[in-house]
């Protein structure tokens, strides 16, 4: 088991910048993928950004990427999400999600996911 709570979400202006971070807590962090996926507003859940468990690999949608960086700390067992040049279109509840393998994470096949945090950006 393992629980993932996230933090850092809030409201900020287009072009400000938030760092988003999910700890977590039970099983051994570093035998996981993490990623991030939003839900905005009437849409469906989407894949964000995932990294593999010595950060050796990182993946990104097409629309953040050059705007956001995921990393992760084994040590802290937590994983980040710095999001820069934000768009009103990056409105959404941000979820940390965590599986064993990248592709089944992708898919939103996560084994863990957290509550979410609300990220709100103004234009």
């Known amino acids: 088991q393992v629980q993932l709570v996230e933090s850092g979400g809030g409201l900020v202006q287009a072009g400000g910048s938030l760092r988003l971070s999910c700890a977590a807590s039970g099983d051994t962090f570093s035998r996981y993928v993490l990623g991030w996926f939003r839900r905005a507003p009437g849409k469906e859940r989407e894949f964000v950004a995932a990294i593999n468990r010595n950060s050796g690999s990182t993946y990104y949608r097409n629309s953040v990427k050059g705007r956001f960086t995921i990393s992760r700390d084994n040590a802290k067992n937590t994983v980040y999400l710095q999001m820069n040049s934000l768009k009103p279109e990056d409105t959404a509840v941000y979820y940390c999600?965590?599986?064993?393998?990248?592709?089944?994470?992708?898919?939103?096949?996560?084994?863990?996911w957290g509550q979410g945090t609300q990220v709100t950006v103004s234009s």
């Open positions: 999600a965590a599986h064993p393998d990248y592709a089944p994470l992708s898919w939103g096949a996560a084994d863990y």
